[in-house]
């Protein structure tokens, strides 16, 4: 059974980081392109980033690019996501997803001051 557990959400003031992760069980991780999707309150699912197996490719929506960063750790099967620089439009659940099929629960991330 594919699991998909984020954790690291939290309440932070503009400027701050976070770092997410996403631990990954029920399939081969290494194996698999990982995603990060968001979803703001009253707005539809926005795609974050995208890492392939084995990180050496990675894309990131125009939103978030050069202060997000998406990597892996395939001994770990933990997907993460480094946020700096955050501001108040990056205020979201975030989900960690495995193709489009398998989703975490999502982990809440304010941004607020």
């Known amino acids: 059974e594919v699991q998909l557990v984020e954790s690291g959400g939290g309440l932070v003031q503009p400027g701050e980081s976070l770092r997410l992760s996403c631990a990954a069980s029920?399939?081969?991780?290494?194996?698999?392109?990982m995603r990060w999707v968001r979803q703001a309150p009253g707005k539809g699912l926005e795609w974050v980033s995208t890492i392939n197996p084995g990180g050496g490719s990675t894309n990131y929506a125009d939103s978030v690019k050069g202060r997000f960063t998406i990597s892996r750790d395939d001994a770990k099967n933990t997907l993460y996501l480094q946020m700096n620089s955050l501001n108040p439009e990056d205020t979201a659940v975030y989900y960690c997803?495995?193709?489009?099929?398998?989703w975490g629960q999502g982990t809440q991330v304010t941004v607020s001051s």
């Open positions: 997803a495995k193709g489009v099929t398998y």
């Open positions: 029920g399939f081969t991780f290494s194996s698999a392109i």
